[in-house]
């Protein structure tokens, strides 16, 4: 039986101590940069976000990368947690608004990216058949790949698409022996 000690105890304050900096910094960048007169970064970063979601943006390579920066800072100030792991999201958070506006930045950014999970089953066993689906379904609800719900598909059991990128990176550790 192990015995824990301080070592652990510093451990894992220094994790929960280095999500706090992070969150903290966001909003404290802000709160400096809005007293010196300047856009804070965080603010503006959300501010795109809702403009892409809007529509209010054309894609360009410039800005395609700082929505992706955007989009990832948000989503780990949201659920980053101390460990970095995988976040999970609630159950009904593509239902929020904030669930709506991520999936429709996501869509911006990867509308060419995304595929069902039926294309995704065939491009990583090389067969679209139900365990192939099923291993798919298995490894969104895993947190091994990521999804947004397809706005144009009202069938929630029908409407999750996957980055085809991430799928094929996945597909390739799934073969590694």
Do not use: C
């Not at 809007?54 to 992706?68: K, T």
């Not at 980053?80 to 609630?90: E, F, I, L, R, T």
């Not at 991520?102 to 069902?116: A, F, K, M, Q, Y």
């Not at 991430?166 to 590694?176: G, H, K, N």
Request: neutral net charge.
């Amino acid at each position: 039986m192990a015995l824990f000690d301080e070592k652990l105890v510093q451990t894992i304050t220094d994790l929960v101590r280095k999500q706090h900096q992070k969150l903290g910094s966001a909003l404290t960048a802000d709160k400096t940069a809005k007293a010196n007169g300047v856009e804070p970064s965080f603010i503006e970063n959300v501010r795109l976000l809702v403009e892409i979601a809007n529509g209010r943006h054309m894609r360009s390579d410039a800005l395609l990368q700082r929505a992706e920066i955007a989009l990832e800072q948000l989503l780990n100030l949201l659920f980053g947690n101390a460990v970095d792991s995988k976040a999970v999201y609630p159950p009904d958070f593509w239902q929020s608004d904030m669930g709506v506006l991520v999936s429709r930045v996501r869509w911006w950014l990867s509308v060419d990216d995304l595929i069902t999970i039926s294309n995704a089953a065939a491009l990583a066993f090389g067969e679209n058949s139900q365990a192939n689906r099923m291993r798919i379904a298995r490894a969104i609800d895993n947190g091994m790949l990521d999804w947004v719900p397809d706005p144009s598909v009202a069938n929630p059991q029908q409407n999750r698409r996957v980055l085809r990128p991430q799928v094929e990176r996945w597909a390739e550790l799934q073969s590694l022996p």
